[in-house]
């Protein structure tokens, strides 16, 4: 098997565009990211996922001046995007991570490696049942199984299939990854301008010190901190396993 690491990012973002590439610590969001995937353990292949609109160019050159491997492809359809990407690198399990997403740790996306490498599983998530906070979650499909969405993206609406993971449709073998609490309430993803302020108070304060800080150090600044959290109480999730939450 040769696992890899796909990092999902592009600059349209609707609530607030080029979120990725905004300043956040001394690096910019997707540099967070980046450096913190490279400590997963034995060291899988990182390989950027962006689109072909031109507003992308800097997300590619980003990903060249640290040397990843960066796949580019359709803006909007990113179960295409990611299915192609895979497809050109060899990947086998897939590893599907969002590039808002500047909080997830390294050993999150080990444990869902060595999970998917090591059971019959096609599909294994951190989110079956949300346990980790919105924005440290992740997940692996083998590439048959990314195959299979894919296949089935092609009749629905753009984007959907990634919905139906666990549908009887698919019939996949799905596993999960518990969180070391349930921590689901949490919100440390990058969507909005007020995510944004408060990540930047959490990286500004433990990225410096540890660059592969944990959950258990976010949640002890905060204990110390707690009115952070009331900076981005309101901003509803969207989409996503944390959807309903809120």
């Not at 060249?64 to 995007?81: I, N």
């Not at 894919?150 to 990854?177: G, M, N």
């Amino acid at each position: 098997m040769t696992p890899k690491v796909f990092i999902i990012a592009r600059m349209g973002s609707s609530r607030l565009p080029g979120k990725v590439l905004m300043p956040l610590a001394d690096r910019t969001v997707l540099g967070v990211l980046v450096e913190r995937m490279r400590q997963i353990p034995n060291s899988p292949d990182i390989v950027l996922t962006t689109s072909t609109d031109t507003r992308d160019d800097p997300i590619a050159a980003f990903g060249a001046e640290q040397g990843l491997e960066v796949f580019r492809g359709s803006e909007s359809d990113t179960v295409e995007r990611v299915y192609m990407a895979a497809k050109q690198n060899g990947a086998d399990p897939v590893v599907r991570v969002t590039g808002d997403c500047p909080m997830l740790e390294a050993k999150t996306v080990a444990s869902i490696i060595e999970r998917i490498t090591s059971t019959d599983a096609d599909y294994v998530s951190t989110d079956l049942t949300p346990t980790y906070p919105n924005g440290m979650g992740c997940d692996a499909l083998r590439f048959p199984a990314l195959e299979r969405v894919y296949e089935l993206s092609k009749t629905l609406e753009v984007d959907k299939a990634w919905e139906h993971l666990c549908s009887p449709q698919l019939d996949f073998r799905v596993d999960t990854i518990a969180g070391p609490e349930n921590a689901s309430q949490y919100r440390f993803t990058v969507d909005t301008a007020e995510d944004m302020e408060l990540i930047r108070k959490i990286v500004g304060e433990l990225f410096p010190q540890a660059r592969d800080f944990g959950l258990d150090d976010i949640l002890e600044l905060i204990g110390r901190n707690p009115d952070w959290l009331k900076i981005n109480a309101h901003v509803v999730q969207k989409t996503g396993p944390h959807s309903q939450k809120r």
